[in-house]
């Protein structure tokens, strides 16, 4: 399993416009800052915790952990014999 161009393309546009373009449009305010820096960060760490899950499921550290009659069953489900 290897990663893919676009689904890395479209996640940085969408959370890159949340935590660039709509900091630009917030509307003049008392709150103002605040809402940009809440905007700036919310984009940040969502696209930081979208690419970790993403990279994360590319090389998987673990696998199914199976007991020996669950990998019987399947394989006589499967048509796989087990010698």
């Known amino acids: ?15 890159g ?3 660039i373009v709509l900091p630009i449009i917030v509307p003049r305010g008392p709150n103002r800052g605040i809402i940009q820096v809440i905007l700036m960060l919310t984009g940040a760490c969502c696209w930081l915790f979208w690419i970790c899950c993403y990279v994360a499921q590319m ?3 673990i696998g199914p952990r199976l007991d020996q009659h669950t990998i019987m069953v399947m394989a006589k489900a499967w048509g796989n014999p087990l010698q």
């Open 17 to 19: 416009g949340v935590g």
């Open 1 to 15: 399993m290897g990663a893919s161009v676009l689904p890395f393309i479209i996640f940085t546009v969408l959370w």
């Open 59 to 61: 090389n998987p550290l």
